[in-house]
């Protein structure tokens, strides 16, 4: 049964900060400010036209770099061994070598010509497959061909129709599936990837779809393998969604796979379980907020799973932990502002978040729209696409707080 909840309050995590506060220090939650006269949601967020932010210290001795790449930057993932990177641009994908100092573009791989508008990215848990949202579903890529032999990257295509707004995608935990975010479908479409291999890219690879919200984007997989978290930036009846998922249903019968909706702040674009799999992490990208779940409440009693919200800087987008779960790191892309200006990295301790301390560490410079971001193990370096000023920017995680 599918049950959709609107949260009217926050059980744990920092509160709200009103529109005149001001705190500094390594330990300071932050410092906002706010429109005049916007007030908050029944939730306890900001309202969806508030422009409060907070405003983290600068970190000093964190290494850092960018690499210029010839288009758009997306998504962006990274190799089972760390060694090398994965770009997405509009019409294909940039491979960088990471263990080249400076690191380099070494190859292009095209891709097809009936796709537009790539996007997002991953790679199967077995590191050999690579897949690009694109069109109405995604392109398959192998992994090792686009390391060396990128004119034999390309294996097929998964399709689901007319279309062009698959956005992000998702595998489930044995690979043998995808789960594509089909943003203006309103929809996640399920493809079997060893049916597509098998039947050379048929359509017999769809089996089948699920609507989930309005304007559907950021999905992940629990740690345990059997539920997909996703958000939606509509949907509700106060802004967004984070809605979960049964794989098994989605993997069999996908129309029935919703198990609860629960709101998540206004526009919720991407979703990251902590390593533990206890929490459930959000980007609320118009509440300038990263909200925090508990995983089990969200299926037990999803009215009192929000337990943590910490207000960062603006329209949050990318998550990623590291250091073993005890930080997080995320994308402020500051898209809506009135003029191209540089983003930013806030650096969060979710410990601290889920205690209701202060949380946010500080924030580290950025290119212009910071999108995506993605750990790259062992190396333990943090990649970011700045998709406005078409950059791929590397953080050694070891330099962060």
């Known amino acids: 049964m599918r049950v959709i909840v609107t949260v009217s309050g926050c059980s744990a995590g920092s509160p709200r900060e009103s529109s005149s506060s001001r705190s500094t220090g390594a330990s300071s939650a932050s410092s906002s400010t706010a429109r ?76 097809p010509a009936t796709v537009s508008a790539a996007a997002g990215a991953a790679i199967t848990p077995d590191g050999h497959t690579l897949l690009v949202a694109a069109g109405s579903g995604a392109v398959v890529l192998d992994v090792a061909a686009a390391e060396r032999n990128p004119s034999k990257a390309v294996l097929g295509t998964l399709a689901s129709g007319s279309g062009s707004d698959a956005i992000e995608v998702s595998t489930s935990r044995d690979g043998h599936y995808a789960f594509v975010s089909r943003e203006y479908a309103n929809e996640i479409v399920v493809f079997d990837l060893r049916k597509a291999r098998d039947d050379h890219f048929s359509a017999s690879a769809l089996v089948g779809k699920v609507a989930v919200g309005r304007t559907v984007v950021g999905s992940a997989l629990s740690r345990d393998g059997t539920k997909l978290y996703v958000t939606s930036e509509g949907g509700g009846t106060a802004g967004g969604l984070l809605s979960v998922l049964d794989v098994n249903r989605l993997e069999t019968e996908p129309s029935k796979a919703v198990t609860v909706s629960i709101a998540a702040g206004c526009d919720p674009v991407r979703v990251q379980p902590s390593p533990d799999g206890r929490t459930v992490w959000v980007t609320a990208r118009e509440s300038n907020t990263v909200l925090a779940f508990d995983a089990a409440r969200l299926v037990t009693d999803p009215a009192h799973a929000r337990v943590a919200a910490v207000r960062v800087g603006s329209a949050p987008v990318g998550l990623v932990f590291f250091r073993n779960g005890q930080r997080l790191l995320v994308t402020q892309s500051g898209r809506f502002s009135n003029s191209p200006a540089p983003g930013s990295l806030a650096v969060i301790d979710p410990v601290a978040a889920l205690a209701g301390k202060p949380a946010l560490l500080g924030v580290v410079r950025a290119g212009v729209f910071p999108r995506d971001t993605f750990l790259a193990q062992p190396s333990n370096m943090i990649l970011v696409s700045n998709y406005g000023s078409k950059q791929v920017q590397t953080i050694d995680a070891g330099t962060l707080p």
């Open 36 to 111: 005049s006269g916007s007030s908050a949601r029944p939730d306890g967020l900001p309202a969806c036209t508030s422009t409060a932010v907070a405003t983290g210290r600068p970190l000093a001795g964190v290494s850092t770099s960018e690499l210029a790449v010839s288009g758009a930057p997306f998504g962006v993932v990274a190799s089972a061994d760390g060694r090398w990177g994965f770009v997405v641009l509009p019409y294909e994908v940039e491979v960088i070598s990471l263990t080249a100092t400076p690191h380099e573009v070494v190859q292009t791989v095209a891709l």
